[in-house]
C-alpha cells in the first residue's frame, strides 16, 4: 500500500456509484470493497470514497487505525469549501489489489456539522469527484448509516444508487425513506440520478424466512427498481475480509460470496451505461410499495 503520486492515466467516461442505506450492518462496505476490487479486477479504474465517519472502509483495506491518518476526505472536502486547489493524488491510497481508495475518520462527523452552514452545502463532493471522473472509470462512494448532509452529497455527486438491503429483517419501511430522499434529490439537485439496483445480502439460504424476506423485496420493488440477479449469501468468510484487509476473492475465492459478489460485479458493469428505470419521485404511494409496506 502506497500513496498515489505519479500523474494518473486519464480515462474519458466514468461512472460514480453511491453505495447508501441509511441502516447500518447491511452490507455496504462490505459491497463498496468487493465491488471495487471486482471491477478493478475486470479491467476498470476504480476509486472508492469513504463517506462514513466510522473509518470502516479503511479499517477493511488495512487500516487499523483510521483515526490516525493525517488525511483523509475531510481535509480534501475542507479544500473544496475554501476554493483552495488540492494536490494531485492527495489523500489517495493505494491497495494492493488495484484500487485507489480515500479515506474517513471521525472528524468527518465534525465536517457534517459545519456544512449546514456553507453556500452550495451540498455539493461539494460532486466538485471534488468532477475531477477524479478524469482519473477514474468508476467512484463508488460508501455511505455512512444516514440520510444527512455528507449522504446527500453523495446522492448529489453519483449517476446511481446502489442499495445493499439485509433480507433478514423487514426493510419496507426504511426503504421507503430512501427511495423518497433519492427521488427528492433527483427533482431537485441532481436529475441524472438512478437508482442502479438493490442489493440482497446477508442471504441465510437455508431459511425460508430468507427466502421469503427476498421473494417480497422482489414483490414489492421489482417492477420498479431492478434487483440484482444474485444475492449475496450469509457467510462468517464475509464477516473475515474485513479484518484481513482484503478482499472475499484472495480470501475465499472459490466460495459462494466471491461467486456472488463476482456476479453482482458483471451486472454493474452490463447495467451502468444504460439503465432505464428513472426514480419516481413519491414513491411511497405508488401500489407496489403499499404491497409490501403492509406485510
Ligand atoms: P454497513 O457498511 O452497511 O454497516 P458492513 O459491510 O460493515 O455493513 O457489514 C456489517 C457487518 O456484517 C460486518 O461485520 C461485516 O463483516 C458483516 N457482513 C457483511 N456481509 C456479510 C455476509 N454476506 N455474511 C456475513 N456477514 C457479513
Ligand atoms: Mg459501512
Known amino acids: 500500500m502506497s500513496r498515489v503520486s505519479e500523474k494518473q492515466k486519464t480515462v474519458s467516461s466514468s461512472v460514480v456509484i453511491a453505495i447508501s442505506n441509511q441502516k447500518g450492518g447491511v452490507g455496504k462496505t462490505t459491497t463498496c470493497v468487493n465491488l471495487g476490487i471486482g471491477l478493478a479486477r475486470a479491467g476498470e479504474k476504480v476509486l ?42 492527495e489523500g489517495i491510497i ?24 456553507i ?27 444516514s440520510l444527512g448532509m455528507i449522504t446527500i452529497n453523495a446522492l448529489v455527486a453519483a449517476d446511481y444508487v446502489l442499495v445493499p438491503v439485509e433480507a433478514a429483517y423487514l426493510p419496507v419501511k426504511g426503504l421507503q425513506q430512501l427511495i423518497k430522499t433519492i427521488g427528492n434529490i433527483h ?37 420498479r427498481v431492478h434487483i440484482f440477479e444474485n444475492s449475496i449469501p450469509l457467510s462468517v468468510r464475509a464477516a473475515e475480509t474485513a479484518a484481513e484487509g482484503k478482499s472475499i476473492y484472495l480470501h ?5 460470496v466471491a461467486e456472488g459478489y463476482l456476479s453482482l460485479t458483471e451486472e454493474v458493469l452490463a447495467l451502468a451505461g444504460c439503465v432505464d428505470k428513472p426514480v419516481e419521485a413519491e414513491s411511497a404511494g405508488t401500489p407496489g410499495l403499499q404491497k409490501g409496506g403492509g406485510q
Open 94 to 117: 493505494r491497495h494492493e489489489e488495484g484500487i485507489d481508495f480515500i479515506p474517513a475518520n471521525i472528524e468527518l462527523a465534525g465536517l457534517e456539522t459545519a456544512l449546514v452552514n
Open 119 to 145: 453556500m452550495s452545502r451540498e455539493t461539494v463532493m460532486r466538485q471534488f469527484l468532477q475531477e477524479m471522473r478524469r482519473q477514474y472509470s468508476y467512484i463508488l462512494i460508501d455511505c455512512m448509516p
Open 48 to 89: 472508492l470514497v469513504e463517506a462514513d465517519a466510522q473509518g470502516s472502509l479503511a479499517v477493511s483495506l488495512g487500516i487499523s487505525e483510521p483515526d490516525k491518518l493525517d488525511v483523509t476526505l475531510v481535509n480534501i472536502l475542507e479544500k473544496v469549501i475554501n476554493d483552495e486547489e488540492t494536490e494531485s493524488g
Open 252 to 256: 475465499d475465492p472459490r466460495g459462494a
Open 187 to 223: 427533482r431537485k439537485l441532481n436529475p441524472s440520478l438512478q437508482i442502479l439496483g438493490i442489493l440482497l445480502t446477508k442471504v441465510d439460504r437455508r431459511t425460508n424466512f430468507a427466502r421469503e424476506t427476498s421473494a417480497m423485496i422482489r414483490e414489492a420493488y421489482g417492477e
